[in-house]
């Protein structure tokens, strides 16, 4: 068994919970917070610490709450882990009490058998630390300031604001990139990016 993070985080991001965790289970994304079930070790103290009580044992999760389960397990591979406590999201006061949310985080799971051939507002980010945005490919190990600033305007030039843009992430290696990409195309109007974690 494992513990959940459930909707109402979704907007909020209070991380009262990520302070009392022993094992530093917790992974967080631009709108979310989510626990890595095969690190979590059912200790119980994240739950009573969480203020908007989005925090359920995976037995105990309300029924339109389950899909949750994959969400949190799918994102942890995905998000970058956290380990101290930070500031909730500006605006989490207000979304605090809203029941339905789960559009805000805009992700899909991918299986081995969805379509992830390269489209033109798809962003590939692979575990060998390569992004493949149409027919550029970037190393992250490679980019230095100026190469960052060309990997931007790359990404402004060759993707449509009107459309889905589908950041398909393969593995967990270079999480931390998904998130700056995630939070770079929403700084910049993107209204609907959505990641897809990959199968390796």
């Given amino acids: 068994m494992a513990y959940v993070v459930t909707e109402s985080c979704i907007k909020c991001k209070y991380t009262d919970c990520v302070e009392v965790c022993p094992v530093d289970c917790f992974y967080e994304g631009p709108e979310f917070l989510v626990i890595h079930p095969d690190e979590c070790i059912d200790c119980g103290l994240c739950e009573p610490e969480c203020p908007i ?83 550029s490919k970037f190393k992250i190990d490679e980019l230095s300031t100026v190469d960052n600033i060309i990997f931007e305007n790359t990404l402004l030039d060759n993707l449509k604001k009107d459309e889905v843009v589908y950041l398909d992430v393969e593995g967990k290696a270079y999480h931390e990139w998904a998130m700056k990409i995630m939070e770079f195309l929403q700084k910049n109007q993107f209204s609907n990016v959505q990641i897809r974690t990959l199968k390796n």
């Fill in 53 to 135: 009580e989005a925090i359920y044992a995976d037995d105990e999760l309300p029924e339109n709450q389950i899909e949750f389960i994959e969400i949190n397990a799918k994102l942890a591979d995905v998000y970058e882990n956290i380990t101290e406590a930070k500031d909730a999201l500006p605006d989490a006061e207000n979304f605090k009490d809203i029941e339905e949310k789960v559009h805000f985080l805009n992700i899909e799971v991918a299986t081995e058998d969805s379509d992830t051939e390269i489209k033109s507002n798809n962003i590939l980010l692979y575990d060998n630390g390569e992004i493949v945005l149409n027919n």
